[in-house]
């Protein structure tokens, strides 16, 4: 079945070295399998080299953080921590006594990284007077030229790399830079961008929710939130704009969530437009957020679209009910949880009846229902258990 | 009929040949397309940062769920373990699974716990739960011990603790896995970055650590 | 002299903090973790403990329930310093008996003026 190569043979084999004219003179199928051979154990060997290579730089990047490390803790508590507490009053520039020598290798190629990391791990763990002082050094030290190189190289990790250690030091970057950045095509570096954009942009920082088509994900919330909330000096807008304007669901309900953090009470009137929304998840949260607002005039409005919901809805409304603190909404409640064949709605039927209820009155309550909703009312009763 | 015979033998020959290269050319196929999903994954993981879901308001809870069946010997450090995760609101449902040993009693002991009345709705079918019990010490808050009849199976023990979970996440564990401390981090980030496609499960990378001291776990 | 015991497993913490107070004139013990915390109070009585809430080996409400129980700590001030900003788990820090809950990123010099408050005699 498997002959040698004829067609090889009306080759000119004479010009060849020998191991080819060997080589060629074998069936196709050894061929075939020496050549796999050979590149898979190129390949083997390739992948060994790796792992070492990686070791290999594993151990001289920890060397390099030993000695370097200690050096800038030192430099740090001597000349920022220990000074900025006894003399919190000066107003001079901030001049860092740094010998000249360390202050070269800080900067070096060797170093810099790891100088940088740590500045930000201070950063992160202190703020005030001392943060202030780290963002000195920073700039001082020259770092953050290294991080705008970055932000300019072609690499899209690396360009998230820089705008994160930029926005960390809360330095400036101009919008020229951002904000073609906040449109890239690599859904990353987008998200990067816009919360480097919300953190810095000194006019109107929100200013991409106006434009911005596809959903932000749970993901760039979560990163967003937690900007917008611990950024000092931001300008919080009143977020009613978007809730009623905006196409954009996810921006939406992502409005919703804010305007539930700064407690923006002046918004629920257009919170409460959403109640008519055909989009069922969207409507939830309208409702949640209305009661964690506790605007009660809205309670009415929930126990009238309250029989036409999905059931996700009719939880938030019940969880609303409870949050808002009214004493006339307790009835129906009551209603809902006696009579009601779901055991969510009972449960939560329950924790806003204990929520609104003296003792006597549950008491009363414990005595006409069944077993089973006893037992619930129980539940939530009990303090030790949260949810 | 010597023909025929040779070629059958010709033929088997090919075929043995053929499948073992088929094979091999699959497994070099999936290794270079594994080795450059990582290559991706590793370049998005560098610049990913996992402790903002730390600091965010809007991380969603997860409720760990842990089984056990007469692991009286690890249960007390290993819930210890769990219950040192790191991550802004989850709790840990321990499911004692009809254990014979005296786990129930040591648990009822360090951790002070005290049955409460406990109202669940039995989505899942599982063997009935003889108690559910909670702490009253608040260092403990996060911990719910389900005392179960044994369902002979760790399927059981997971749908009742299901069952009996109030977030809408669930991680299923086993009392005697150690999880990372960041763990929960890594897995809800997956989930949450998703927006066209719902995720429903995530996996997880497991190591035998059999003998093995366990730092800070 | 009055005696303060940080535990954080981090070390950037543990540093600024030991600088600082030492120089407010405090004594100093630090510890990594939970474990290292629980084995430090053995040694001597302490009128404030500083921890963190999330370290490995121990969780933090764990410790402190275990330090309010321990004769060497049960009367000491406690101070939580933790990134976390959850409702319920700040509710059940208090709950323990903590005296401060501090949230990350501290503003050093605010922290030193709440330990000097919470340690200078109460009349």
Known sequence: MFESPYSFENLDVGQNPAWLNWFLSLPLVIQIAVVSILISTCFILYIQYRIWYIRFKNYIYNKRVKYIVPILDDLITEQIVLKSNASQNQFGEPAFNIPNQIRAEFRSRKYRQIIIDRIIKYQADFTGTIGTEMRNLYMELGLDKVSFRKMKSRKWEKKIRGIRELTNMDILIADVNILPLTNNKRQELRSEARNAYIKLSKNEPFKFFDVTTEPLLKWDQIELFKTITTTENIAIPNFARWVTYSNNKSVVAFCMELIVYYKQYDAAPAVVKLLENKDHLLRAQAINCLGKLKYEQAAPQLVHIYSNQPLNCRLEILKALGRMGNKENVTFLKQEFMYSTDFDIRKNAAKSIVRNSNKQQIDLLMESCTPENQLILKHNLNPLIKY | ?217 | MRNILVIDDDEIIQNVLDKVLTKEGFHIELAGNGKEGLSQIEKMAYDLVITDLMMPYANGFEIISRLKKHPNTANAAIIVISSITNEDSIMDGFKLGIDEYVRKPIIIGELVMRIKKLLSPRT
């Open chain 2, 1 to 217: 009929m010597l023909q025929i015979g040779q070629w059958l033998i010709n033929f088997y020959e090919s075929s043995v040949f053929a499948y073992g290269a088929i094979l091999l050319l699959i497994y070099t196929m999936l290794a270079i397309f594994s080795f450059i999903s990582i290559r991706k994954y590793l370049r998005r993981e560098s610049c990913s940062d996992y402790h903002d879901l730390l600091k965010s308001a809007l991380s969603p809870g997860i409720s760990v769920i842990a089984p056990a069946f007469n692991e009286g010997l690890s249960i007390i450090m290993n819930v210890q373990s769990l219950l040192t995760l790191n991550y802004p609101i989850f709790e840990v449902l321990l499911i004692n699974d009809g254990s014979t040993d005296n786990s129930m009693e040591q648990l009822i002991k360090v951790f002070e716990l005290e049955k409460v009345d406990f109202a669940y709705n039995p989505k899942l079918h599982a063997k009935p739960i003889r108690g559910i019990y909670k702490s009253t010490n608040p260092a403990f808050s996060k911990l719910t011990v389900i005392d179960k009849i044994n369902g002979k199976s760790k399927a059981d023990a997971v749908n009742a603790g299901i069952n009996v979970a109030s977030f809408d996440y669930f991680v299923c564990t086993d009392v005697d896995c150690i999880l990372e401390m960041d763990t929960l981090l890594k897995l809800i980030k997956p989930v949450m970055e998703e927006s066209s496609r719902r995720i429903i499960a995530v996996g997880a990378t497991l190591r035998t650590a059999n003998s093995c001291d366990i730092d800070q776990g």
